[in-house]
Structure formats: structure tokens, C-alpha cells
């Protein structure tokens, strides 16, 4: 049975991952498509990213990172139209270590309090092998098991290998973007992404939402600035992060979600 799509008000979607900015790269013109349907779209997000790199020229400490990197966060939150945003105080960088019972909880505790009917993370390749992005895939895919049937339809993100590298060969190819750094998340090896993400089961065209994702993208300044995204057009965006993957878990409820009756492109 195909759901009413237009009209996504008595439904509910929580996107998990590991950093501010995971939610924009990931899936963000589906949270964006998602909210300008009513959906209600919730994130939550297990650190502050004060380890990552910081590109926007000033000098911070990790704390400072943290803080900034939680205001970038709330920006992209309100361009893509999230209705809710968990930020944890997780430790960036060795969240795999740590003791991930509490976060189990802390996810089960926002599927209990936000009740989507579908749940989004990084699937267990964690798109490039970040060790932080394969903690909250396994932590959220724990913490969906632990519900059984009760559980929210659990969805991975993925995506095709050479996607990211396309995406940065083509804009770093242009004389105004020559010099740029050819790094793509602080990642130097491009084909990293993608490279063993599982297969697709669900593959949309977020179409005019794409320039929603380059915006909210582009508010996380610490990670961007100077990088290619800052060079891409918004028919760039159309063109180069339209298509989104997902991969569906076989965790939580069986039936189909609203996402597989979404139209091939939305209408807007
Ligand atoms: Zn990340």
C-alpha cells in the first residue's frame, strides 16, 4: 500500500550519528524533504566534534571547538527544519572506546520520547571507516534490537563508491577552485568513501532539496571553509548530491515505511 506523501504530519523520523555535520553529509536533503512535509524530524547527535579539524582559521581549544561546532549545529538544524536536536558530550574521537551502554539508553530514551516511525544511521562501514561513525551504528542498531518488534524501521545510510570523489573531481577541476584541497571531511583518500557500504535498498532523488543539504552543509563553516562545498552552485547541488542510499536494516517493524512511498522526486 502507498502512503499519502505530500502530507507527512503524523509521522516521525530520528536521525542518529556521531558529529555535527554527519547529518547534513548523510542524509540531508531526506531530513530536509522530510520537515517540509510536516514530518516531525528529530536528531540526535552523540558529540561535539571538538577533535575534528578546524578550518575557519581561528585558534580554538577543544572546548571552544565543541561550543562553536554546537552553534553550527543548531543553524543546520533550522535550515534543514529540525523540530529536535540531541547533542550529547560524548568524547569525539574515541566514542568506539568508551563505555556505550549510556548512549544505548540515551537512544532508546529519544525512540521512546520522538516514537519515529523510522530511524537513520551510518551503516556499519561507517562510510569511510570512522571508528566514531561504526560506535553509533552499533550502538543504534543495539538499542533497536533491544525493543524488538517495537522498534522503529532502522535505516543505514550509504552510498555508491566514487560518489565523493566525483563529487570533488568535478568542482576542484574548475580554474576558481584549482587550488583547493582535495580532501573531502578531513579524508585524503576519496575512494575511501563508500567503499564498503552496503548495497542500496532504497535509493531517492531528494531533488530541490539538494540545495537545502549544501546550505546546511555550508553552516558548518569549522569543517567546510576553504573546501570545495564552498565552490559549488546550487545546480552543482542538483546535480551532485540529489541522489541519497539507504540501506534497511532488518531490525524493528517489516512493514513498508513512508519513506519507500515517497514519489521519485519531490514536487515542489
Ligand atoms: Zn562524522
Same mark, same amino acid.
Given at each position: ?18 558529529h555535527p555535520d554527519d547529518e547534513s553529509l548523510a542524509c ?31 585558534? @580554538? *581549544?577543544?572546548?571552544?571547538?565543541? &561550543?562553536? %561546532? ?10 534543514? /527544519?529540525? +523540530? ?80 565523493? @570523489? *566525483?563529487?570533488?573531481?568535478?568542482? &576542484?577541476? %574548475? ?10 571531511? /578531513?579524508? +585524503? ?80
Amino acid at each position: 500500500m502507498r502512503l499519502e506523501t505530500d502530507n507527512l504530519t503524523s509521522y516521525s523520523l530520528l536521525a542518529v550519528f556521531a558529529h555535527p555535520d554527519d547529518e547534513s553529509l548523510a542524509c540531508g536533503g531526506l531530513l530536509a524533504w522530510c520537515a517540509d512535509r510536516g514530518a516531525r524530524v528529530a536528531l540526535l547527535c552523540a558529540t561535539h566534534g571538538e577533535q575534528g579539524p578546524n578550518r575557519s582559521g581561528n585558534n @580554538k *581549544t577543544p572546548a571552544q571547538l565543541g &561550543s562553536t %561546532r554546537a552553534r553550527e549545529l543548531k543553524q543546520a538544524a533550522k535550515v534543514l /527544519g529540525l +523540530s529536535d536536536v540531541v547533542l550529547l558530550d560524548y568524547p569525539d574521537g574515541s566514542l568506539k572506546w568508551s563505555d556505550t551502554n549510556p548512549l544505548k539508553e540515551q537512544i532508546v530514551d529519544a525512540i521512546q520520547k520522538f516514537r519515529p516511525d523510522i530511524v537513520i544511521t551510518f551503516g556499519r562501514d561507517g562510510l569511510y571507516w570512522h571508528p566514531d561513525h561504526i560506535a553509533i551504528h552499533e550502538s543504534t542498531t543495539a538499542a533497536c534490537a533491544t525493543m524488538g518488534t517495537k522498534a522503529p524501521a532502522l535505516y543505514y545510510v550509504t552510498m555508491p563508491p566514487d560518489c565523493v @570523489k *566525483t563529487l570533488v573531481d568535478t568542482i &576542484s577541476s %574548475r580554474p576558481a577552485a584549482h587550488a583547493l584541497s582535495k580532501e573531502f571531511c /578531513g579524508i +585524503s583518500d576519496l575512494n575511501a568513501f563508500g567503499a564498503q557500504a552496503p548495497h542500496p535498498t532504497l535509493v531517492l532523488n531528494v531533488g530541490c532539496f539538494a540545495i537545502q543539504k549544501l546550505s546546511a552543509l555550508r553552516c558548518h563553516q569549522t569543517q567546510v571553509a576553504g573546501s570545495v562545498l564552498m565552490h559549488m552552485t546550487d545546480r552543482d547541488a542538483e546535480e551532485l548530491f540529489s541522489i541519497e542510499h539507504f540501506h534497511r536494516s532488518i531490525i524493528g517493524q517489516t512493514h513498508n515505511t513512508f519513506l519507500e512511498s515517497l514519489p521519485s522526486r519531490p514536487n515542489k
